[in-house]
């Protein structure tokens, strides 16, 4: 029973002793470590950039699609063949020009025929007055007033037969001009849909073409509804410019001017449907073209402005690291305004001419000493320029010199 327990002690001896020294092993190699991570000598390579004051334009990014800023489609009035066609597929036309002849020969023979009645009936209401004339001389003695009364009575519907005659030839008149097909508004003319030769009938509902004006031409997009009250407030102050991209974003095609702001609200969407005109005097605008729009908002004028790599993100507030004398972290809190094309405008926190760190920063913390890359470039430089084995003295040189 003795021989257990002195056996048992010395077991308890023997573990305690194993714990008691891996515990000052653990704790030794932790104040190393500690020691390693916290070596105030330590530079933690970091890129930077340098904050700087600059007008900073504020833009509502979206997507649309061109269209003409008017489009007609040509059609007849009246039936006829077409004796000619006076454009080419793709042409540009001004208003006026000839587009399709059709044959005014029926036409014309229709009006010629209207402007014979009308003589003839101005021929019957001169005799039908002559003839009033000479009753009303010669009295009841050789008439009767009802005959007077009835001649009266001839020569008005007469006059109101050549009041139809003249609407008459006036009708004829404009079928006999619309035989004659001109272009209504000056564009770039489609595809053509009829032939010389071809019957066209004034009830056919494809048309002879299509005019598309592109000179201007208007873009269609949207903006999510809670932008547009400071859009609303930003053209109190005057138009706003619209700058067009192609899908992608990254070739400008056109600049324009806000020209309309939808009267309602999408509610199916959220969103507010805006109208841009683009004199397109380049013709890089096309009628169906998706493009990127840029809407130019206000313009900040002489504010501070870093990467927005620089500015990070904490649970409560942002922050950045910026470099302080003797090349020392220093955290910032930040007051951050508009963040755009990868720059953010601060409005408290940074100021011109300071060093932000835009990378490297995940092994900052205040007070950590930073290398710059111009310090690593140095580096470099003197390491090429000392030649292996360590500079030669001068006392060297001479001994090879004499040897």
Do not use: C
């Amino acid at each position: 029973m003795l021989r257990s327990l002195v056996k048992t002690f010395i077991w308890l001896v023997f573990l305690a002793g194993l714990a008691g020294g891996g515990y000052w092993v653990w704790q030794h190699h932790r104040a190393e470590t500690r020691t390693v991570e916290k070596n105030p000598d330590e530079r933690v390579p970091v890129t930077v950039a340098t904050a700087e004051t600059r007008n900073f334009p504020v833009y509502f990014d979206s997507l649309g699609t061109a269209q003409a800023w008017n489009m007609v489609t040509v059609r007849s009035r009246v039936d006829g063949e077409i004796t000619k066609v006076a454009f080419d597929e793709g042409q540009f036309v001004k208003a006026g020009d000839l587009l399709i002849q059709i044959d005014p020969r029926p036409y014309q023979a229709a009006l010629d025929q209207a402007v014979a009645k009308k003589a003839q009936d101005e021929a019957n209401l001169a005799n039908l007055k002559r003839d009033l004339q000479r009753f009303e001389k010669v009295g009841t003695l050789a008439t009767t007033q009802q005959q007077i009364d009835t001649q009266r009575s001839n020569i008005t519907q007469q006059e109101s037969l050549l009041k139809a005659d003249a609407g008459a030839i006036a009708n004829t008149e404009v079928q006999v001009v619309y035989t004659t097909i001109k272009a209504p508004i000056s564009g770039r003319v489609g595809f053509r849909l009829v032939d010389q030769g071809n019957i066209i009938h004034a009830g056919d509902t494809g048309g002879v073409a299509t005019i598309a004006q592109i000179q201007p031409i208007a873009v269609i997009f949207t903006e999510p509804e809670e932008r547009l009250p400071r859009i609303l407030d930003e053209l109190k102050h005057g138009p706003l410019s619209v700058t067009a991209f192609t899908s992608d974003g990254k070739q400008e095609l056109a600049k324009g001017q806000l020209s309309l702001v939808d009267n309602q609200v999408d509610t199916t969407t959220g969103s507010i449907k805006l109208k841009g005109r683009f004199p397109n005097t380049e013709m890089t605008l096309w009628p169906g073209l998706t493009v990127a729009t840029r809407l130019l908002i206000t313009t900040e004028k002489n504010v501070v402005v870093i990467p927005d790599a620089a500015v990070q993100r904490g649970p409560d507030k942002m922050f950045a690291y910026v470099v302080g004398p003797g090349r020392k972290a220093e955290r910032r809190d930040l007051v951050v305004g508009e963040i755009q094309d990868g720059q953010a405008v601060i409005k408290s926190g940074v100021k011109a001419g300071e060093q932000v760190v835009t990378a490297g920063y995940y092994r900052l913390e205040p007070g950590s000493t930073v290398e710059l890359p111009d310090d690593r470039k140095k580096e470099e430089q003197k390491q090429k320029a000392t030649p292996p084995g360590g500079p030669v003295s001068e006392s060297k040189h001479t001994v090879l010199e004499a040897e």
